[in-house]
């Protein structure tokens, strides 16, 4: 199946000249759903992972049910002041601000790998930012995955683990 079929590329949001690749007719198309699923995981169990970590917000999407597949826990990295109890943050750079992740102190036992999980790799800013915070936590990321790699930002340059992803546009 190919799966860019199944994302819709919608000019000039959320800002004029911006192409956004719309990952909701994946979604909403079981059979499509399914096979990213299947071969997001197929990738992601190479490595062994304790647990999966999502970047809020659509990262939760693809990273809470490859958790489920793969028989691991989920974790959550978020967006400020979401997170109950003792929360640790990471303040980091994108092109033209700044922004903040959290993750819950205990989220991870020290020494678990954890393999970080995000709809799109655009400049690489979020999902560097989340393997730099689950370090913090004392954890090992053996590996960061997304759905789809817009390939002429180079993110990918951005990110010290191995890195894959399913789809890629230049
Ligand atoms: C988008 C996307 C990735 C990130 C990629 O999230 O879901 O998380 O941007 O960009 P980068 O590689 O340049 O950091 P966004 O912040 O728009 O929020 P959302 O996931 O809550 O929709
Ligand atoms: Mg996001």
Redo the contacts with the bound molecule.
């Keep these: 199946m190919d799966l860019k079929t199944h994302i819709r590329s919608i000019p000039d949001f959320?800002k004029p000249g911006i192409l956004f690749y719309d990952i909701s007719t994946l979604l909403r198309d079981a059979d499509a759903w399914q096979v990213a699923m299947t071969r997001m995981a197929d990738i992601i169990r190479d490595y062994k992972p304790d647990y999966l970590a999502g970047?809020?917000?659509?990262?939760?999407l693809f990273a809470a049910p490859l958790a489920l597949k793969l028989g691991c826990g989920f974790v959550m990295l978020r967006?400020p002041g979401k997170l109950p109890g003792n929360v640790v943050g990471l303040d980091?750079t994108?092109?033209y601000r700044t922004?903040r992740i959290e993750a819950q102190a205990d989220a991870v036992p020290p020494g678990a790998r954890v393999v970080v999980v995000?709809?799109?790799?655009?400049?690489?800013?979020?999902?560097?930012?989340g393997i730099r915070l689950l370090r913090q936590l004392g954890a090992e990321v053996p590996a960061a995955v997304?759905l789809i790699e817009?390939s002429f930002?180079s993110?990918r340059d951005?990110i010290d683990v191995p890195f894959a992803s399913l789809l890629q546009y230049d």
């Design positions: 959320p970047l809020e917000s659509r990262g939760f967006k980091y994108l092109e922004d995000d709809d799109l790799l655009a400049t690489g800013g979020t999902l560097s930012a997304t817009l930002l993110g951005l």
